[in-house]
């Protein structure tokens, strides 16, 4: 790419841009001048025909749309009020967060929706809102959609894929920050790990065990307490308990 087009070869795999207030990295294969325009104006996905939103609130709004015949989900990180803006100028985005663990995630054989994109908007030199941009996983349940009387090889099936995550993820000295079964997606072939802009990567082994420590806690007290389920809650501590965990 030559210089005056904000477009910067990093790899074959990887391609940045930066222009009006805003820096992407994109992966190269996804290249295209939807793509493009996406990225020039991430807010205008939100408003178009094609968009389906999710969800909106104080901290993130989420859609769908279409482009280059394929469906993508959009999520925005907004910013709350200057005091946030401030602490955001000196951490890494919640986009750029869930972009660098999509591609580590894959590489570790753990599923998680394909990465496209992310974008971060700065203003007066500080971080502002980001967005993040994947593909959207067709056929896929919440993980919350679970229950005790549902088909009993699937839910099994779901439990040990789960269990298998938190493996991989203390293998890798990697917690995930907000476990919980909404976080999941149940596809017939796949169990997805979604939301990673929380997600951590731990410097020591008991560093590690702490925060999947909290993880555990919080994706066993969802069939506990929030949404009580007292078989998938017994086989999942059973589970946990079996790769070594300690389960409350």
Not at 2 to 25: E, F, V
Not at 111 to 118: D, G, I, K, N
Not at 188 to 199: K, S
Not at 218 to 230: A, F, G, L, T
């Amino acid at each position: 790419m030559t210089a005056d087009t904000g477009y910067t070869l990093l790899s074959s795999r990887i391609q940045t841009w930066r222009g009006n207030g805003l820096r992407a990295q994109f992966l190269s294969r996804y290249d295209s001048p939807m793509l493009r325009a996406l990225l020039t104006n991430p807010d205008g996905a939100f408003t178009e025909p094609a968009a389906e939103l999710l969800k909106t609130d104080i901290k993130t709004t989420l859609c769908t749309t279409s482009f280059d015949g394929g469906r993508f989900v959009i999520k925005r990180y907004n910013i709350k009020n200057a005091w946030h803006r401030l602490r955001q100028a000196f951490r890494l985005s919640r986009a750029q967060n869930c972009w660098a663990f999509a591609q580590q995630l894959e590489d570790l054989g753990i599923t998680t929706a394909p990465a496209v994109a992310w974008v971060q908007e700065y203003q007066v030199g500080l971080r502002g809102r980001s967005w993040f941009i994947c593909e959207h996983i067709e056929n896929g349940e919440r993980g919350d959609t679970l229950h005790d009387g549902a088909d009993a090889e699937q839910v099994e099936q779901v439990l040990q894929a789960v269990t298998r995550i938190f493996v991989l993820m203390r293998q890798n000295q990697l917690s995930h920050g907000d476990m919980k079964p909404p976080n999941i997606l149940l596809t017939p072939n796949q169990t997805v790990l979604l939301d990673l802009d929380a997600m951590r990567y731990h410097s020591s082994p008991v560093a590690c065990e702490r925060a999947l420590a909290v993880d555990i806690a919080r994706w066993v007290q969802w069939w506990r307490k929030d949404q009580p389920e007292p078989g998938i809650s017994a086989r999942m501590r059973t589970l946990l308990q079996e790769a070594g965990f300690v389960v409350d």
